[in-house]
Nanobody
Framework: QVQLVESGGGLVQPGGSLRLSCAASGNIFIIYTMGWYRQAPGKQRDLVATITSGITNYADSVKGRFAISRDNAKKMLYLQMDSLKPEDTAVYYC???????????????WGQGTQVTVSS
């Protein structure tokens, strides 16, 4: 049973910072691309950032403010968020492309999400 669990969300004032974490567990053989997505009420789920073999990609709206990183040994994914704006308010979801012993072809998994609220 592969699971992705996010943590670190909360309430922060504009200009503040938060660091999100995502822990992967279960019958994992190898993790390929990992990423963060976010969804605000009434809006679609959008890409925030991805990371693959050290290569990172960011949405234009967060570039220069957010930083994605991962620790493969610990099966952890992180998102450092600085200079937060009210428009960053959303549920943030962890995403990972994972291959298991039972399923060698990688599949996409999602976490349950963590709420980030930027407000004064």
């Amino acid at each position: 049973q592969v699971q992705l669990v996010e943590s670190g969300g909360g309430l922060v004032q504009p200009g503040g910072s938060l660091r999100l974490s995502c822990a992967a567990s279960g019958n994992i053989f190898i993790i390929y691309t990992m990423g963060w997505y976010r969804q605000a009420p009434g809006k679609q789920r959008d890409l925030v950032a991805t990371i693959t073999s050290g290569i990172t990609n960011y949405a234009d709206s967060v570039k220069g403010r957010f930083a994605i990183s991962r620790d493969n040994a610990k099966k952890m994914l992180y998102l450092q968020m600085d200079s937060l704006k009210p428009e960053d308010t959303a549920v943030y979801y962890c995403n990972a492309e994972i291959a298991t012993e039972d399923r060698p072809r990688p599949l996409t998994y999602w976490g349950q999400g963590t709420q980030v609220t930027v407000s004064s």
